[in-house]
């Protein structure tokens, strides 16, 4: 089974940027991504990138913004996230993904890392 931990979160400024990251133990075919829950709303799928070639994919609300990347060696994948906004504050997850795109479904998930942008 894959597990998956998240770090990195923290409080920043509106404008700023932060990396967080994950660190992915066990072995797994499938793509790495992110995904964020805020109080009261609905999870939502961010970002995620292929285990096999590479190819990343990005959520509309992040696309530009958000910068997914992976360091196999360290079995680390990374979410770069720039010009943050009060909006993101958010619960931040990395998981193992099933479907991505207009719908998400997620199969393995860490115990998530708190990001707070403050305006």
């Known amino acids: 089974q894959v597990q998956l931990v998240e770090s990195g979160g923290g409080l920043v400024q509106s404008g700023r940027s932060l990396r967080i990251s994950c660190v992915v133990s066990?072995?797994?075919?499938?793509?790495i991504g992110w995904f964020r829950q805020a109080p009261g709303k609905e999870r939502e799928g961010l970002s995620c990138?292929?285990?096999?070639?590479?190819?990343?994919y990005y959520a509309d609300s992040v696309k530009g913004r958000f910068t997914i990347a992976r360091d196999n060696a360290k079995r680390t994948v990374y979410l770069e996230m720039n010009n943050l906004k009060p909006e993101d504050t958010a619960v931040y997850y990395c998981?193992?993904?099933?479907?991505?795109?207009?719908?998400?479904?997620?199969?393995?998930w860490g115990q998530g890392t708190q990001v707070t942008v403050s305006s």
């Open positions: 998981a193992t993904v099933l479907v991505y795109g207009s719908s998400w479904e997620f199969e393995d």
């Open positions: 990138i292929s285990s096999v070639d590479g190819n990343t």
């Open positions: 066990g072995f797994t075919y499938r793509a």
